[in-house]
């Protein structure tokens, strides 16, 4: 089966504390999809490196068979629960996302 993503042995750690430890999963194409988990278990920060938001400290993730890159974007939807601003974001790119994400087929 061809997935739309792969996500391979992704490592993030943020000030000594780990919140991914190469963790791999492939989500198969017209699926629906749900990451599940408590608090502190990284799903945040799994969502944070699939937009490119933040970066994976080690693994890869291939959207359709390609290495994970800016041109996806268009093609990925993320609605945070909270609608806040990202801190490293100016407000300009901050609004673009938000414009980005009202827009039909945008995911």
Same mark, same amino acid.
């Given at each position: 089966?061809?997935?739309?993503?792969?996500?391979? *042995?992704?490592? %993030?750690?943020?000030?000594?504390?780990?919140?991914?430890?190469?963790?791999?999963?492939d989500?198969p194409?017209?699926?629906?999809?749900?990451?599940?988990?408590?608090?502190?278990?990284? =799903?945040?920060?799994?969502?944070?490196?699939? *937009?490119?938001?933040?970066?994976?400290?080690?693994?890869?993730?291939?959207?359709?068979?390609?290495?994970?890159?800016? %041109?996806?974007?268009?093609?990925?939807?993320?609605?945070?629960?909270?609608?806040?601003?990202? =801190? =490293?974001?100016?407000?300009?790119?901050?609004?673009k996302?938000?414009?980005?994400?009202?827009?039909?087929?945008?995911?």
């Amino acid at each position: 089966m061809s997935h739309i993503l792969n996500i391979n *042995n992704v490592s %993030k750690v943020y000030s000594g504390n780990v919140a991914l430890n190469k963790v791999s999963i492939d989500i198969p194409r017209q699926s629906i999809f749900g990451l599940l988990g408590p608090n502190g278990a990284g =799903k945040t920060s799994l969502i944070r490196i699939i *937009n490119q938001i933040t970066g994976p400290d080690t693994g890869e993730i291939l959207f359709n068979g390609e290495k994970l890159s800016s %041109k996806h974007i268009e093609k990925i939807g993320y609605l945070p629960e909270e609608r806040g601003l990202f =801190k =490293k974001n100016a407000f300009r790119q901050s609004l673009k996302l938000f414009v980005l994400f009202s827009l039909p087929g945008s995911f």
